[in-house]
């Protein structure tokens, strides 16, 4: 029936079948890998545009930045500052990224003791105006490529103008 050189031989055939699948699955995540990884930025080579896609395109067209910047809520705008704060202070020190104490219209990279990037250091002649500090929160790597600033955005539009109107608050 069975005995030990049996039991051993079931046992190390399972344990190579195994070791065989793991490399086998090893081996092909190597060959196969999509690029990109962990930070790493995936360009699509080519869009297949469909008809069901542009016309909802167009019809999501909303109120201008301007409009919701003059109705904004301060107050849910500091709610919104909430996933700002991880880098972001209101004190007047640094943190991960500079102070944001007077942000709005400040001039941009003018923050003593905060290294700011290639990037942002080339707008250092504008000023942070609201529209501006918009189209940056909802793209920081699109508006300023080469950005420290590893923040994704904020997709909604009102959350950004609500942020906006409450960072104008701080003095």
């Not at 069975?2 to 051993?8: A, L, N």
């Not at 849910?76 to 500079?98: L, M, R």
Request: proline share 5%.
């Amino acid at each position: 029936m069975f005995d030990t050189m049996t039991m051993t031989k079931i046992v190390g055939a399972g344990c190579g079948s195994l070791l065989v699948f793991l490399l086998g699955g090893w081996a092909a995540s190597a060959l196969y890998t999509t690029g990109g990884g962990h930070g790493g930025e995936a360009t699509q080579a080519y869009t297949i545009q469909t008809a069901a896609a542009a016309p909802a395109a167009g019809a999501a067209a909303g109120p201008t930045f301007d409009e919701l910047y003059a109705s904004a809520d301060a107050a849910a705008g500091e709610k919104v500052f909430s996933k700002c704060k991880a880098c972001h202070k209101v004190d007047g020190s640094n943190g991960t990224g500079p102070h944001l104490n007077g942000v709005v219209n400040r001039e941009k990279a003018h923050v003593e003791g905060f290294g700011y990037s290639d990037a942002l250091m080339a707008m250092s002649s504008e000023k942070w105006e609201p529209a501006k500090l918009d189209a940056f929160l909802t793209n920081p790597k699109k508006y300023a490529p080469g950005t420290k600033m590893s923040f994704a955005g904020l997709p909604k539009d009102t959350d950004r103008a609500n942020l906006i109107a409450w960072l104008a608050t701080q003095p």
